[in-house]
């Protein structure tokens, strides 16, 4: 297995443990959050880009697979078309860790660490469409996201990710 961290800062020597926002978890204990690489593709967008992405998983029903996964992908992120243009252009900087000190904490369903860590390799994309087809993801791009959200989440897909929904156009 493999961790990583995606940013859009290129100078990132060391991450520190950063306090949670997160109500569900503890606001006393700063970490450190990383990603495997089946949940990379949920994350390569600029970081305020709302997006709703998924994936194909164990509790995922024949009906839920026809419907949520139409091109044969077995991952989709969708995003809103105002975000296109910033996509296109944007530049991530993929930091990678050493595992020794991670854990997956089922509550913040990442894995995380509470010490400071120094990455071990960085990775620059600049096309990240094409490292989003590299993985197997298919790109989708709508006007607006709140309906798919909101099917996804009433799905039997249990791998999604819903990201800076807060950044998302009001729903319709």
Not at 34 to 53: H, I, K, M, Q
Not at 70 to 87: C, F, K, P, Y
Request: hydrophobic share 40%; charged share 25%; aromatic share 14%.
């Amino acid at each position: 297995m493999r961790l990583f961290h995606v940013s859009e800062d290129p100078n990132v020597e060391i991450f520190h443990p950063r306090l949670p926002r997160r109500d569900e978890l503890d606001p006393n204990i700063g970490l450190v959050w990383s990603l495997t690489e089946s949940a990379l593709p949920n994350w390569l967008f600029p970081r305020d880009c709302p997006r709703v992405g998924y994936r194909i998983c164990d509790s995922a029903t024949p009906d839920d697979v026809t419907k949520f996964f139409t091109s044969g992908a077995h991952h989709v992120v969708t995003i809103e078309n105002d975000w296109h243009e910033r996509q296109l252009n944007a530049t991530l900087y993929v930091y990678e860790f050493d595992l020794t000190n991670f854990y997956y904490d089922d509550i913040a369903g990442f894995y995380v660490s509470q010490k400071s860590e120094t990455p071990i390799d960085m990775v620059i994309y600049t096309d990240l469409y094409t490292e989003l087809f590299k993985r197997g993801a298919e790109v989708r791009i709508v006007d607006n996201l709140w309906s798919l959200r909101d099917a996804v989440f009433a799905s039997s897909l249990t791998a999604w990710s819903f990201c800076k929904m807060l950044n998302a156009k009001p729903r319709r």
